[in-house]
Antibody, heavy 126, light 111 residues
Framework: DVQLVESGGGLVKPGGSLRLSCVGSGFSFSDTWMIWARQAPGKGLEWVGRIKRPTEGRPIDYAAPVKGRFTISRDDSKNTLYLQMNSLRSEDTAVYYC?????????????????WGQGTMVTVSS | QSALTQPASVSGSPGQSITISCTGTSSDLGRYNYVSWYQQHPGKVPKLIIYAVSNRPSGVSNRFSGSKSGSTASLTISGLQPEDEADYYCNSYSSSNTLVVFGGGTKLTVL
């Protein structure tokens, strides 16, 4: 079974930094586009960004609200996805989910997200 | 404010059918047939129930169906069951400065 386990969340002051990690198992991590999404308390889902396989062009894309502040990376040797978050703001407070792009056979859909981790809570507050 | 617009809430009785709309623009739903729907029960992670407008992942009930016309996508749930009570989200690929955009979510109440 696919498992995604996030860690690294916590309480941080505005302007601070935090690095989230996500370890994947039960699937071919290196062949999978990985996605970060978030959900503020009591609010809807928000796409944060994605990272393709290293061999693919333009491998990383970010949502406009986080571009320039957040950095997504991956270490395929450790089956681990990262989200480095800098210059954090109160509006970044959310549960952060690690997830995978949905594929059926050889076809994948960029907007479709199937496997989700349980999430890690990030609270930005003074 | 979410990029895609969904009604805040819908309701229906067991056995009935309901439809949730998801309205976008020419930059997302109006341009691409890349729209998915998710079901999220309270305290749980989202579950993909529809992809590419109208396709169901393996294991998803055929009571869930999707469609799209112009810049509006729709999710229909037929034969409502109590366990369908949840929040539902749409999302779409977009040509804007954010590649994937979500709707604000719709709370379905089964009366």
């Amino acid at each position: 079974d696919v498992q995604l386990v996030e860690s690294g969340g916590g309480l941080v002051k505005p302007g601070g930094s935090l690095r989230l990690s996500c370890v994947g198992s039960g699937f071919s991590f290196s062949d999978t586009w990985m996605i970060w999404a978030r959900q503020a308390p009591g609010k809807g889902l928000e796409w944060v960004g994605r990272i393709k396989r290293p061999t693919e062009g333009r491998p990383i894309d970010y949502a406009a609200p986080v571009k320039g502040r957040f950095t997504i990376s991956r270490d395929d040797s450790k089956n681990t996805l990262y989200l480095q978050m800098n210059s954090l703001r109160s509006e970044d407070t959310a549960v952060y989910y690690c997830s995978t792009r949905f594929c059926s056979g050889e076809t994948c859909w960029d907007e479709a997200i199937d496997n989700w981790g349980q999430g890690t809570m990030v609270t930005v507050s003074s | 404010q979410s990029a895609l617009t969904q009604p805040a809430s819908v309701s229906g009785s067991p056995g009935q059918s309901i439809t949730i709309s998801c309205t976008g623009t020419s930059s997302d739903l109006g341009r691409y047939n890349y729209v998915s729907w998710y079901q999220q029960h309270p305290g749980k992670v989202p579950k993909l129930i529809i992809y590419a407008v109208s396709n169901r992942p393996s294991g998803v009930s055929n009571r869930f169906s999707g469609s799209k016309s112009g810049s509006t996508a729709s999710l229909t749930i037929s034969g409502l069951q109590p366990e369908d009570e949840a929040d539902y989200y749409c999302n779409s690929y977009s040509s804007s400065n954010t590649l994937v955009v979500f709707g604000g979510g719709t709370k379905l109440t089964v009366l």
